[in-house]
């Protein structure tokens, strides 16, 4: 049982380039979502899927594109990177259980975009 | 306006020693609270979560308390280790059936020295 696995761990990209960023999750979550991490902005939603073929835009959806075609599977795609989008992205999933609610966060991408 | 509020942003104590980080919320209508503590370089980790009904939980040196009437909620670290240096970040959950529930704070960024 991996968790939630991010990959890659690291990824430098050129303005305008775009790329995927990939999440997988082994533990049949129901609920996926992304975040962007900067310094003094805490977490923030980018995106959110509550099941295969559902997601949802969050706080800052601007310029990534979601899908969720498995229930394992969310990644985050960059459509044309901006030196705005360099943050630590964190992939995380849940499951809700008698009103009880838990989430499990990756372990992260550091994307630079120069 | 962020409906989950931190403080401090920053704290700096000795090893050995005691601390207590707060957060306050207007999230309405309330669901649950959770502390998370971030390493640096990794994803949040879940601490505790506590519902309307707790004032108080424990995990090991954390305890943390809830106060519903006032909405607020503090984390107490009892003699600190030089591993709990960390991010910590209380999400409050509103309580809802439909679109993204969860507030997340800033974080209070706690480093332990020698």
């Known amino acids: 049982n991996a968790g939630v696995t991010q990959t890659p761990k690291f990824q430098v990209l050129k303005t305008g380039q775009s790329m995927t960023l990939q999440c997988a999750q082994d533990m049949n979550h129901e609920y996926m979502s992304w975040y962007r991490q900067d310094p003094g902005m805490g977490l923030r939603l980018i995106h959110y899927s509550v099941g295969a073929g559902i997601t949802d835009q969050g706080e800052v959806p601007n310029g990534y594109n979601v899908s969720r075609s498995t229930t394992e599977d969310f990644p985050l795609r960059l459509l044309s990177a901006a030196p705005s989008q360099t943050s630590v992205y964190f992939c995380?999933?849940?499951?809700?259980?008698?009103?009880?609610?838990?989430?499990?966060f990756g372990p992260g991408t550091r994307l630079t975009v120069t | 306006k962020n409906q989950v509020e931190q403080s401090p942003q920053s704290l700096i104590i000795l090893e050995g020693k005691n601390c207590t980080l707060q957060?306050?919320?207007?999230?309405?209508?309330?669901?649950?609270l959770r502390w998370y503590k971030q390493d640096t370089g990794r994803g949040p980790v879940s601490l505790t979560i506590?519902?309307?009904?707790?004032n108080t939980k424990s995990n090991g040196r954390y305890t943390a308390t809830l106060d519903a009437d006032t909405k607020q909620s503090s984390l107490h670290i009892t003699a600190s280790q030089l591993s709990d240096s960390a991010s910590y970040i209380c999400v409050v959950r509103r309580n809802s059936n439909s679109g993204y529930a969860l507030n997340f704070g800033k974080g209070t960024s706690l480093l332990v020295t020698p």
């Open positions: 957060c306050n919320y207007t999230v309405s209508p309330f669901s649950n």
């Open positions: 506590m519902t309307f009904s707790e």
């Open positions: 995380a999933s849940s499951y809700s259980l008698r009103g009880r609610y838990e989430q499990y």
